[in-house]
């Protein structure tokens, strides 16, 4: 049983579908978007998988409680939890409000501590995995990204800590930074036009953009037994960013 954290659009909604189509149970998490979200688990239902969806800020508290005991509900102990939601806005660190600084610091750090707090406090005997999902901008460190990338370079910490801590619980911590990837999001801010997506595809070795069906089946591996002896490991999707 999994829940995708983020799993209505971009690179959650591919993981919600991959997921399903290797044989998972999956709650589909949404935190406004539930047209989408309820497209996600119809596209799954009609391939002959199961899931549900769920709302829920991951950044409450009470949220992820009830997303969590939603999910448990319609399929039993959740045992992969893959921490998908992120926002994200790139400007000059003098552009930094402090507003700006708690909406993505909320979203993509304090965040998945709460689901991850949730997880291990009904993972299964047998152990389960967390899947973090970071950036390949902790590589890049490009300008203008100041804000941003120390959320994913803190969640890249808290992969490789947790990894040690849940250990002896058989459950595997890892993350994957995707680079630049077309989804709704990357369009909606920009991120894909003009002398950006030039930068990006210079920067990036297999020279294009990539596709939320590139990161999914890394996903799904890291869920699966095959992965069993692979934890604290943060595995680039970028195309042949490091």
Known sequence: MA?????AKGIGKA???????????????????????YAVVAEIQAGGGLAVAVRGDQSNPDDVEQLFAATS????????????????????????????FHRL????????????????????????????ISSAGTALRGPGSALYTSTKGALVTLTQILAKEFGPR???VNAIAPGATDTEGA????????????????????????QPDDISPVAVFLASDDARWITGDVIFVAGGIQ
């Open 105 to 132: 610091y909320n979203t993509n750090v304090l965040g998945p501590i709460l689901t991850t707090q949730c997880f291990v406090r009904q993972a299964p005997a047998k152990g389960g995995s967390i899947i973090n």
């Open 187 to 210: 369009r909606r801010v920009g991120a894909l036009e003009g002398d950006r997506h030039a930068r990006l595809l210079a920067a990036t070795p297999l020279g294009r953009i990539g």
């Open 170 to 172: 058989q459950i595997r």
């Open 15 to 37: 993981i919600s579908v991959s997921l399903a189509a290797a044989g998972a149970a999956v709650g589909v998490n949404y935190a406004t978007d539930a047209a989408a979200a």
């Open 3 to 7: 829940v995708v954290i983020g799993g």
């Open 73 to 100: 509900e319609a399929f039993g102990l959740v045992d992969v939890l893959v921490n998908n939601a992120g926002a994200f806005s790139f400007q000059p660190i003098e552009d930094v409000t402090e507003a700006e």
